[in-house]
């Protein structure tokens, strides 16, 4: 589409009801980002209320019409997507518009290849409009969809503001709060009219630092990469009886929600052989088949019973928001045989019914694409939305896990989609332990789910396992005997990749900020394409290369996989400040990793390809200035980098690659870049709130 171009959804597909609507971009350096909102404007052009702004402090409506479903990286950038169930859209509502607005001042001119693009239900694309003119805008509408005789419509914008998010939702009616203070936490209640049952009862009593005032969240670390957090403006204090509907009228961004405690209560066992009582145990599973078993009725119970997290493992897929019911073992007809999915998921909304089948594999045993096959045919029979894979495997951009025929003559159209056990852990802890639950019951079901998927029996670790191509391959780099357009090359690549992205998911749930990896391609390379150029470049020199994005850390995290030394390095480029004194930037450098191991290597970095002086932290600590340039120089940045062997063997043992991987990223982070200040960029002065074309 192009600029001010407009198309009615129902023209390009029929199941236009439900959409995503996905925002993407990317930078040349690899850490350029933006953050999602979404605004329902009304006749007049305005929101209703402040109910209607979502973005990263309200990311969902209670009716589940609006959902921010977050990042997912992409070939040269990332991807930030939002699901829309258009049939729940409130009538009052004429316009659903779609925003991006950086932080920090940073401008939309520094990102390429800005991007929008619809899917229907099913994950096909109806249409994509793309942004070539942006420049100093910090806020942008890239589109907007709106109704017109009763059909929605979408409208290419391609409008900016310069005077960033703030600007942009003033303009729509939002009374904004610039103020950097966090808004007071209070106690966990019951919801409204509801007395707390049987089940939540036994959950407070499991969890009592959880009930009344203990109630706590756990302390999120400022994010100076957001110094515009937006709070919802709080009114001059009014009357009793004003104060009361007042309470009622406006929401509040920070939600009563109950998580984890941070520091788990003294046991009251004699000692430690005595094991704690388990709501879903298990020690007692000695197949894979009871693995299976057990493990799809655990997660579809827990996805039953605690909404919050049944829907943002479905929402994506096309589920709407209402009471879903899971189901197991079920015989469906299919020909002589009935089939027997391991499970089934029915939500209904409005008397309408979405339906999942489940296919689910465990302790690293592959998907079976004539079974998947199967289920595809039943659903497309039967009117279901979606078939649900779940393994420990890893999805790669670009390329499905297994071959699937669709016919595309059938009037309903079925969705393959895959989740790993990766992603299940992953979004089980940002629950309950960063963004909180509706109530006590629900934060324990959760824990009791996330033990059983990390105990070393249930078989749902994620990605464990390298691959045959991975030993071969690394003798061929011992030997040199590995030869570029071996496609055992390409099989190790697209393992470390599937790695990598386990890698962000779990640090990114313990640590409770997004974390992505960072892919450096040209704009519109084809993965398969980018693989194969990653694989030759392997096969000649030994390493595999990774990067990451932490949200909050001054920089980007690398990772080198040496297989010509057996080394792991983990590093961190930190730019120099912009005032100062470069022996004042050495000195606190070294005062920040005071706790920091002693064989931290640093590097000055300076213009050119010699590079500057370097020294282990051990040494340079009562000399800091041995780090500044004998010439004079002009230095960059510094260079923060760790070794450790790394595991030869393909699994995820003691002895294994992959948990060599783990602690080198877990090491590295929790004691060199934990410890570093973040120094948000100099904001410009706002620039007056109106659009800048």
Same mark, same amino acid.
């Given at each position: 589409?192009?600029?001010?171009?407009?198309v009615?959804?129902?023209?390009?597909?029929?199941?236009?009801?439900?959409?995503v609507?996905s925002?993407?971009?990317?930078?040349?350096?690899?850490?350029?980002?933006?953050?999602?909102?979404?605004?329902?404007?009304?006749?007049d052009?305005?929101?209703?209320?402040?109910?209607?702004?979502?973005?990263?402090?309200?990311?969902?409506?209670?009716?589940?019409?609006?959902?921010?479903?977050?990042?997912?990286?992409?070939?040269?950038?990332?991807?930030?997507?939002?699901?829309?169930?258009?049939?729940?859209?409130?009538?009052?509502?004429?316009?659903?518009?779609?925003?991006?607005?950086?932080?920090?001042?940073?401008?939309?001119?520094?990102?390429?290849?800005?991007?929008?693009?619809i899917?229907?239900?099913?994950?096909e694309?109806?249409?994509?409009f793309?942004?070539?003119?942006?420049?100093?805008?910090?806020?942008?509408?890239f589109?907007?969809?709106?109704?017109?005789?009763?059909?929605?419509?979408?409208?290419?914008?391609?409008?900016?503001?310069?005077?960033?998010?703030?600007?942009?939702?003033?303009?729509?009616?939002?009374?904004v709060?610039?103020?950097?203070?966090?808004?007071?936490?209070?106690?966990?209640?019951?919801?409204a009219?509801?007395p707390?049952g049987?089940?939540?009862?036994?959950?407070?009593e499991?969890?009592?630092?959880?009930?009344?005032?203990?109630?706590?969240?756990?302390?999120?670390?400022?994010?100076p990469?957001?110094?515009?957090?937006l709070?919802?403006?709080?009114p001059?204090?009014?009357?009793?009886?004003?104060?009361?509907?007042?309470?009622?009228?406006?929401?509040?961004?920070?939600?009563k929600?109950?998580?984890?405690?941070?520091?788990?209560?003294?046991?009251?066992?004699?000692n430690?052989?005595?094991?704690?009582?388990?709501?879903?145990?298990?020690s007692?599973?000695?197949?894979?088949?009871?693995?299976?078993?057990?493990?799809?009725s655990?997660?579809?119970?827990?996805?039953?019973?605690?909404?919050?997290f049944?829907?943002?493992?479905?929402?994506a897929y096309?589920?709407?928001?209402?009471?879903?019911e899971?189901?197991?073992?079920?015989?469906?007809?299919?020909?002589?045989?009935?089939?027997r999915?391991?499970?089934? *998921?029915r939500?209904?909304r409005?008397?309408?019914?979405?339906?999942?089948?489940?296919?689910?594999?465990?302790?690293?045993?592959p998907?079976?694409p004539?079974?998947?096959?199967?289920y595809?045919?039943?659903?497309?029979?039967?009117?279901?939305?979606?078939?649900?894979?779940?393994?420990?495997d890893v999805?790669?951009?670009?390329?499905?896990?297994?071959?699937?025929?669709?016919?595309?003559?059938?009037?309903?159209?079925?969705?393959?989609?895959?989740?790993?056990?990766?992603?299940?852990t992953?979004?089980?802890?940002?629950?309950?332990?960063?963004?909180?639950?509706?109530?006590?019951?629900?934060?324990?079901?959760?824990?009791?789910?996330l033990?059983?998927?990390q105990h070393?029996?249930?078989?749902?670790?994620?990605?464990q396992?390298?691959?045959?191509?991975?030993?071969?391959?690394?003798?061929?780099?011992?030997?040199?005997?590995?030869?570029?357009?071996?496609?055992?090359?390409?099989?190790?690549?697209?393992?470390?990749e599937?790695?990598?992205?386990?890698?962000c998911l779990?640090l990114?749930?313990?640590?409770?900020q997004?974390?992505?990896?960072v892919q450096?391609?040209?704009?519109g390379?084809?993965?398969?394409?980018?693989?194969?150029?990653?694989?030759?470049?392997?096969?000649g020199?030994?390493?595999?290369n990774?990067?990451?994005? *932490?949200?909050?850390?001054?920089? *980007?995290m690398a990772?080198?996989?040496?297989?010509?030394?057996?080394?792991?390095?983990?590093?961190?480029?930190?730019?120099?400040?912009?005032?100062?004194?470069p022996?004042?930037?050495?000195?606190?450098?070294i005062?920040?990793l005071?706790?920091?191991?002693?064989?931290?290597?640093?590097?000055?970095?300076?213009?050119?390809?010699?590079?500057?002086?370097?020294?282990?932290?051990?040494?340079?600590?009562?000399?800091?200035?041995?780090?500044?340039?004998?010439?004079?120089?002009? *230095?960059?940045?510094?260079?923060?980098?760790?070794?450790?062997?790394m595991?030869s063997?393909?699994?995820?043992?003691?002895?294994?690659?992959?948990?060599?991987?783990?602690?080198?990223?877990?090491?590295?982070?929790?004691?060199?870049?934990?410890?570093?200040?973040?120094?948000?960029?100099?904001?410009?002065q706002?620039a007056?709130?109106?659009?800048?074309?």
């Amino acid at each position: 589409m192009v600029k001010g171009a407009n198309v009615g959804l129902g023209s390009l597909s029929e199941d236009a009801g439900s959409v995503v609507v996905s925002l993407a971009w990317c930078s040349a350096t690899g850490d350029g980002d933006a953050d999602v909102s979404v605004l329902l404007l009304d006749a007049d052009g305005k929101v209703r209320s402040d109910a209607d702004f979502f973005f990263y402090n309200n990311p969902a409506a209670p009716d589940g019409s609006v959902q921010l479903l977050g990042k997912t990286p992409t070939a040269d950038g990332s991807e930030d997507r939002i699901s829309l169930d258009l049939s729940e859209i409130p009538s009052a509502v004429e316009r659903v518009v779609v925003t991006a607005s950086r932080y920090g001042g940073a401008p939309f001119g520094e990102l390429d290849g800005l991007r929008v693009t619809i899917a229907d239900r099913t994950g096909e694309a109806l249409l994509g409009f793309s942004i070539a003119d942006a420049g100093a805008e910090t806020a942008f509408i890239f589109g907007e969809l709106y109704r017109r005789n009763g059909e929605w419509k979408f409208r290419a914008v391609g409008q900016g503001y310069e005077s960033g998010l703030a600007g942009l939702a003033t303009d729509f009616g939002i009374d904004v709060d610039d103020s950097p203070e966090e808004p007071v936490e209070e106690p966990v209640e019951e919801r409204a009219g509801e007395p707390i049952g049987e089940l939540q009862e036994l959950a407070l009593e499991a969890i009592p630092s959880l009930s009344g005032a203990d109630a706590e969240r756990p302390e999120r670390p400022d994010r100076p990469d957001r110094p515009d957090k937006l709070l919802m403006a709080v009114p001059a204090q009014p009357t009793a009886p004003e104060a009361s509907a007042e309470k009622k009228r406006r929401p509040r961004t920070a939600k009563k929600k109950v998580v984890l405690p941070k520091v788990a209560r003294k046991s009251l066992a004699e000692n430690e052989a005595w094991r704690q009582s388990r709501l879903f145990p298990a020690s007692s599973l000695k197949n894979d088949r009871e693995r299976e078993t057990r493990a799809t009725s655990v997660l579809l119970s827990v996805m039953a019973e605690v909404p919050e997290f049944g829907r943002r493992l479905t929402t994506a897929y096309g589920a709407p928001a209402g009471r879903m019911e899971t189901f197991t073992e079920v015989s469906l007809p299919y020909g002589e045989t009935p089939k027997r999915p391991d499970g089934v *998921i029915r939500v209904e909304r409005a008397g309408k019914l979405w339906t999942a089948l489940v296919e689910t594999k465990t302790n690293g045993n592959p998907l079976k694409p004539e079974q998947v096959q199967d289920y595809v045919d039943i659903a497309a029979r039967r009117g279901y939305e979606v078939v649900i894979t779940l393994s420990n495997d890893v999805e790669l951009e670009g390329r499905p896990l297994i071959d699937i025929k669709i016919d595309r003559r059938r009037k309903n159209k079925v969705a393959v989609r895959h989740l790993s056990w990766a992603e299940v852990t992953h979004q089980a802890q940002m629950l309950i332990r960063h963004e909180g639950v509706g109530n006590a019951a629900h934060a324990w079901l959760l824990q009791e789910l996330l033990h059983y998927l990390q105990h070393e029996n249930s078989g749902c670790h994620g990605f464990q396992n390298m691959g045959p191509a991975w030993v071969p391959a690394r003798k061929g780099i011992e030997d040199e005997t590995l030869c570029q357009g071996d496609k055992r090359a390409v099989e190790v690549v697209e393992s470390w990749e599937r790695l990598v992205r386990q890698v962000c998911l779990r640090l990114g749930g313990e640590l409770g900020q997004k974390v992505l990896p960072v892919q450096r391609a040209k704009r519109g390379t084809d993965p398969h394409t980018r693989r194969a150029a990653l694989a030759d470049s392997f096969c000649g020199d030994g390493r595999l290369n990774a990067e990451i994005r *932490i949200d909050g850390t001054p920089g *980007i995290m690398a990772i080198v996989a040496d297989l010509r030394t057996s080394k792991l390095r983990t590093s961190i480029e930190v730019e120099a400040p912009e005032q100062g004194y470069p022996l004042t930037w050495a000195k606190r450098l070294i005062r920040q990793l005071a706790e920091a191991p002693a064989d931290l290597h640093i590097e000055t970095l300076v213009p050119g390809e010699s590079g500057g002086p370097r020294g282990t932290l051990e040494r340079l600590r009562p000399e800091p200035a041995d780090l500044l340039p004998k010439d004079g120089s002009r *230095i960059t940045g510094f260079r923060l980098s760790l070794l450790k062997s790394m595991g030869s063997t393909r699994g995820s043992a003691e002895s294994g690659f992959i948990r060599s991987v783990d602690n080198a990223v877990d090491r590295f982070h929790a004691t060199v870049v934990a410890q570093l200040e973040t120094h948000p960029p100099r904001r410009p002065q706002p620039a007056p709130a109106t659009p800048a074309g």
